[in-house]
């Protein structure tokens, strides 16, 4: 007995030490450009991640100090492998001034020697040409967050950071603390959290790099274990805050129909009708709230001026930019050799609607009755938006990774460990994306994903 708990306690410290090495050295002294040191390190920590996830030993609460200590690793760094932060910065200290952020371009105001903020050129030279030429598209609860960091560090790019990767760590303390409580309710282990909390793609992309989709997450279980509690009202302006922080949680508005209606498409004629007109009642409602609440967040920010620099620089993502795609590099291949061009622009209209149409099928034409389920459907939906897309940074993936929580499916694991082969793109001083580094990290990932629906036990959701 003492002999194997010392050597549960040598295994977990070597896991632990290991990974504080790679966090140490991803946070601190590593440049994005070395990314055979990136990808050597990294598969040196997720090694570690899997063998802390398959110590049965591990109780519950040492995981999730475990996930505590390797995010305040990070807390005195600068993120090196992303720079989206100085735009963060710049939005938080606009809006402290009483300029609508919404409504600038930083190359104008830096150009016309006009910027009313600390640091303006550090932070316009490092937030990039492609930022800076462009609107801010971040929603207002994100917006809050940047302004915070401004409240407490106005005159520093370090504190400001410092203060951006606090919100963030707390909004996944948050996560852990509801996500497991809704894994309760669903009789659901409570240690599935870990592949979450103690990935290492999760640590290092939104901790590390300072992307907000953990704050995003945290609403968004929030609002799921409300709505499963019958707190729908309060769920829809949870849901809403979600939304106002990254918009992706709005293709999830559709799936909800079943939850509210308990409808089947094979029992429709055995249900009582009066009962589902009571269900799209109670879910038109929600629809509103949550739409309502989303008006009021964006309300002090509107006018015609925003609402067209929303729309262009949103539209940019579907019709414009491009980045370690999937079905998209596909589709532009074939279109290269039936037309001779890029033809983003059309496949980027066709996109959204292929998507709504897959989402609409998943609402209504898939048993989503149960809790579970609905989840399912949620990670399905999105899966193939991300499938689609003709832009997918890393981080977009932790909104998937946190879904599979609750489900059956693990490919998102695989995708967190070979969506990093994306970084390959900046090996060298300019962008250049290699593509068959791309095919490498798609092929690896689908063939997980096809196994485990041919082959891997098919246990459906309770």
Sequence with gaps: MIASLVKYHKITGLFVLLSVFVYYYIGYPLERTNTTLLLS?????????????????LSFLGLAGIAVFFRLIFIGSIPNLSQDFYRFIWDGRMLLEGWNPYL???KDLIASDSAPIAQAHELFNGMGELSASHYTNYPPINQLCFAIAGIFAGKSI????????????????GTLYVGTKLLQRL???VKSIGSYMLNPFIIIELTGNLHFEGVMIFFLVWSLYWLHKGWWKLAAILLAFSVSVKLI????????????????????YKKNFKFIIKG??????FYLIVIGTIFLLFLPFISFQFIENYQQTVGLWFQNFEFNASFYYI?????????GWNTIATIGKITPIIVLLLVLTLSFFRDNTNFQKTITAMLLGLSFYFFATTTM????LATLLFLSVYTKYRFTVVWSFTIMLSYTAYSKDSYQENLIFVALEYILMYGYLIYEVLFKTTAKET
Excluded: M
């Design 41 to 57: 390190l990294y598969s040196i920590v997720f090694a570690c991640f899997l063998g802390l996830l398959r110590i049965e030993k």
């Design 104 to 106: 600038y371009l930083p």
């Design 158 to 173: 370090l504190g400001s950071v410092i203060v951006l990767r606090v919100i963030i760590i707390l909004a996944d303390i």
């Design 187 to 189: 009789n659901l282990p």
């Design 249 to 268: 949680p709005l293709l999830f508005l559709p799936l909800f129909f079943q939850w509210f209606t308990k409808y089947k498409v094979s029992a429709f």
């Design 280 to 285: 799209v009642f109670n879910l038109s409602i």
């Design 331 to 339: 589709a532009r291949w074939i279109g290269y050799q039936v037309v």
């Design 393 to 396: 940074h890393p981080w977009y």
